[in-house]
């Protein structure tokens, strides 16, 4: 049997917590607060306040695990796993794991044998999805944008001709910025859609091209932001590069995102299309 199926006796379990309205949480999220062993939250005043709005009282001990601690926190963890324990894994709103700490201690709990299983609850890229009016059928979550321009250009260029509908994270006062080098790299007159405090009271959701949703949130908006922007039309003509850049490693990284493929690989189907293109000699 491999390993990473899962032979310990601990259980890993990633649990969904409320991205707003705390009556969101599920009754298993209130079960396991209860009966874990060992919880490890993101942030433990916020997990507190959590379980005192769920009148759930945690019955095993409560440790920090955010960005900073991750790497020294995996041992405890894991040598608690090997010793039968229920660890349960929290972040301040949404699933572990996604655009916040957890990847390593799950790729750890299985290299230990481990089984690792989820609460399932609230997502911030599946609610956005959902009501923002864009194509859902296929998708891709590209996280939060590089703050450096350059390099948030350059991760745009990436997805340019991506066809699937793209879901991003982004800072409220950067949202602005962010919409505009959408709008010059991926096309001014691309659908978008950008969500707002979703499931709270101020939710909001703005509807409209990107240049149109640029021009409104250029001066930041509040809250937790999540945008939703429609694929590309499948033929569609490579991204713009930058000023000095390659237009031919573009065109190259454009088709490999489109298509989900290695770059070299697109780039070695090139060269061998082109040396059986040319005549015998």
Avoid: N, W
Avoid at 75 to 104: K, Q
Avoid at 126 to 145: K, M, Y
Avoid at 204 to 221: M, N, Q, S
């Amino acid at each position: 049997m491999d390993a990473r199926e899962g032979t310990g006796d601990g259980l890993l379990v990633l649990a969904a917590t409320p991205i707003g309205r705390t009556e969101d949480a599920s009754g298993r999220l209130r079960d396991l607060i209860v009966t874990a062993d060992v919880i490890a939250a993101e942030d433990t005043r916020r997990f507190r306040r959590l379980a005192d709005d769920l009148g759930a009282v945690p019955g095993g001990r409560v440790v920090s695990y955010y960005d900073a601690v991750e790497r020294q926190r995996l041992p405890e963890l894991v040598g608690a796993l090997r010793e039968g324990a229920t660890v349960a894994l929290l972040t301040d709103a949404g699933m572990p794991s996604v655009s916040d700490p957890g990847y390593r201690l799950v790729v750890a709990a299985l290299e230990a044998g481990v089984r690792v299983t989820a609460v399932p609850g609230p997502s911030a890229v599946l609610t956005a999805l959902a009501i923002s009016g864009l194509p859902v059928d296929r998708f891709a979550f590209e996280g939060f944008l590089p703050r450096k321009a350059g390099e948030r250009r350059r991760a745009l260029q990436a997805v340019a001709a991506d066809t699937r509908t793209l879901v991003f994270f982004e800072a409220p006062h950067r949202v602005g910025e962010a919409l505009a080098a959408m709008a010059e790299v991926l096309g001014p007159d691309r659908p978008a859609a950008v969500c707002r405090e979703l499931t709270k009271t101020y939710e909001e959701v703005l509807r409209g091209t990107l240049t149109e949703l640029a021009e409104r949130a250029a001066d930041g908006l509040r809250g937790e932001i999540t945008v939703v922007v429609q694929g590309a039309e499948p033929g569609a003509a490579p991204p713009p590069t930058e000023e000095g850049a390659d237009p031919r490693k573009a065109a190259l990284a454009a088709v490999a995102a489109a298509y989900g493929l290695d770059r070299k690989a697109v780039y070695d189907a090139v060269v061998a299309a082109k040396k059986a293109s040319k005549p015998a000699p």
